[in-house]
């Protein structure tokens, strides 16, 4: 088994795809990795998929013109799904749309129902996101907010805040794959970093201590049912939520 890398971006994506679809390299005995979240460990024999912005530019003008719309308007999702490992699916399907170009909804198949369940995945992740970010003031007026969702869902995310706060400054940072959100004066920028830093003086923001004081207040201690918190909080989320913070909690940790 050879160790297949790429570099994790959209356009190391598509040159990864072009190498499998239109160069037909073979997909026996490789396993796809993303340089995102894993690095080659000792490992005498891997192959790295370079990235080329010419090959990527040519690849998407082909899905473009071969594939249905609505396949081809998944593809930016699929790409998003990075902890699914659905490279391989996503190259078999391309190599059979060529030959059948409505082969993307057989259900029959096995990689049509493993990209079928990695989107409803994605959704279901940035549905949970829409309401569980939460932003901390910082001292000069931005609002600022940390998060490590299981899916790349902060290109498909940041819409929904700026509408919320069009007049606002904004960084949501993803500290899982380090990519960042910046919005100021209704200009918006995402990129990738090498790491952040920020010291969150959360005794300083009264919405987070108002909210705080709320969900304490409101508790019923003999209602309490951890069970069902846990099907409604996953645990993965909660040292981002400041009601789940106890007074031992240091934010500047985060």
């Known amino acids: 088994m050879i160790n297949v890398f790429y570099d994790g971006t959209f356009e190391g994506f598509l040159t990864l795809l072009s190498k499998y679809v239109l160069e037909e390299e073979a997909l026996d005995n490789i396993k796809i990795k993303n340089f995102r979240f894993t690095q080659p460990q000792g490992e005498l024999f891997y192959e790295e998929v370079v990235t080329n912005s010419e090959k990527a530019r040519k690849f998407l003008q082909y899905l473009k013109k071969n594939l249905p719309k609505v396949f081809f308007e998944k593809i930016y999702t699929y790409y998003l799904c990075d902890h699914e490992m659905i490279e391989i699916p996503l190259i078999k399907t391309l190599k059979e749309i060529k030959k059948n170009p409505d082969i993307f909804q057989d259900f029959s198949r096995d990689e049509i129902i493993k990209l079928h369940k990695a989107e ?55 500290s899982l794959r380090n990519l960042i959100f910046l919005y100021k004066d209704r200009k918006k920028e995402m990129m990738w970093i090498d790491d952040l830093e920020i010291e969150i003086p959360l005794e300083t923001d009264l919405f987070v201590m108002l909210w705080r004081n709320y969900f304490f207040h409101i508790a019923l201690p003999e209602r309490k049912s951890y069970e069902r918190q846990r099907n409604k909080v996953p645990f993965r989320t909660r040292r981002f939520l400041p009601e789940f913070w106890n007074s031992n909690f240091n934010p500047s940790i985060l």
Do not use: C, M, T
């Open 120 to 174: 409803k995945s994605f959704y279901r992740e940035r549905h949970r996101w829409f309401g569980f970010l939460r932003f901390i003031e910082l001292p000069n007026r931005i609002l600022f907010a940390k998060f490590e969702p299981k899916f790349n869902v902060l290109p498909k995310l940041w819409f929904h805040f700026i509408q919320r706060y069009p007049n606002e400054k904004l960084i949501i940072f993803d």
